[in-house]
């Protein structure tokens, strides 16, 4: 089996195909409602969560495209199919029409457009390593830099800033959006701090550092005419220190990881607020 990763193109070379999507999940299970995939005579695109569940989908979609087949399956993931996770999954098969196809197509771009945006300021090792590490994930991300050899090698869906005043840049940031801090200046890194903590709007607002840089970072604030609040939205050092390896792919993936702690902890409080009470 292949995948490919454009949803457009894989459409294109294999118009046989058929949808597969998660119509209901219940309990614990590998991936939530609405996730699915496509599946073609030799060939696959994305996943709606692997095991031998979704070899059970697979198989289900072949035979649709063989002229047999089901339009819904309901799945329970026990033992009964060598799984654990002990929640129940209701699959729905489609055969694809243009018009699914433009569907598909039209929500992906929705996804695409609804990505919290990633400020990456500053492309050393570490702004590199960063982000190589969020281009994956469901991040739009933004590199801004000085120095012109700094942007290049970064990943293709990387947009990128080149700027004498990165700190100008800030308001840039769309809100809800990330400003994660890691120039090769520490004067540089302080002003585009500064701009950060003035935007309450913003999820996230990250430099790279040790604590003895957040207490000169403090006191430079108070100076100019900060305050302990804003200094409280301030993630500095950032990742965390549970790990203590510095490399820079380590700390990208550390970063990464709180980021998305950050915008899932942010979609829960969201969905409660919309629970109404009773």
């Not at 299970?29 to 059970?56: C, D, N, S």
């Not at 990464?256 to 969905?271: G, N, V």
Request: charged content about 20%; aromatic content about 6%; proline content about 6%.
């Amino acid at each position: 089996m292949t995948t490919d990763l454009r949803l457009a193109s894989f459409i294109a070379a294999h118009p046989a195909c058929v949808l597969v999507e998660i119509a209901q999940a219940k309990g614990s299970t590998p991936r939530e409602a609405g996730a699915f995939m496509l599946v073609a005579e030799k060939a696959i695109w994305g996943t709606i969560g692997g095991g031998q569940f979704e070899y059970m989908a697979i198989d289900n979609a072949r035979a649709m495209l063989a002229g047999g087949g089901k339009s819904v399956i309901d799945i329970p993931l026990g033992p009964e199919i060598g799984q654990c996770c002990g929640g129940r999954t209701r699959l729905a098969f489609t055969p694809i029409s243009q018009a699914l196809a433009d569907a598909l197509e039209a929500r992906m771009r929705g996804e695409l457009e609804q990505r919290p945006s990633v400020f990456i300021f500053g492309a050393g090792h570490v702004g590199q390593a960063l982000a190589r590490a969020l281009a994956p994930l469901p991040f739009a991300v933004t590199v801004v830099e000085t120095r012109p050899e700094a942007l290049e090698d970064l990943p293709a869906e990387t947009e990128t800033h080149l700027t004498a005043m990165p700190e100008t840049l800030v308001k840039k940031v769309p809100p809800g959006g990330a400003a994660i801090i890691l120039t090769h200046n520490h004067a540089l890194d302080f002003l585009i701090a500064k701009e950060g903590l003035s935007r309450p709007d913003l999820a996230y607002v990250g430099m790279i550092g040790s604590l003895t840089k957040r207490a000169t970072f403090s006191q430079w604030l108070k100076r100019e005419g900060g305050n302990e609040a804003m200094l409280s939205h301030l993630i500095l050092p950032i990742g965390g220190n549970a790990v203590k390896d510095k490399r820079p792919a380590v700390i990208a993936a550390m970063v990464a990881a709180e980021l998305l702690e950050t915008y899932a902890a942010l979609e829960e409080t969201a969905s409660k607020r919309q629970v109404p009470s009773v």
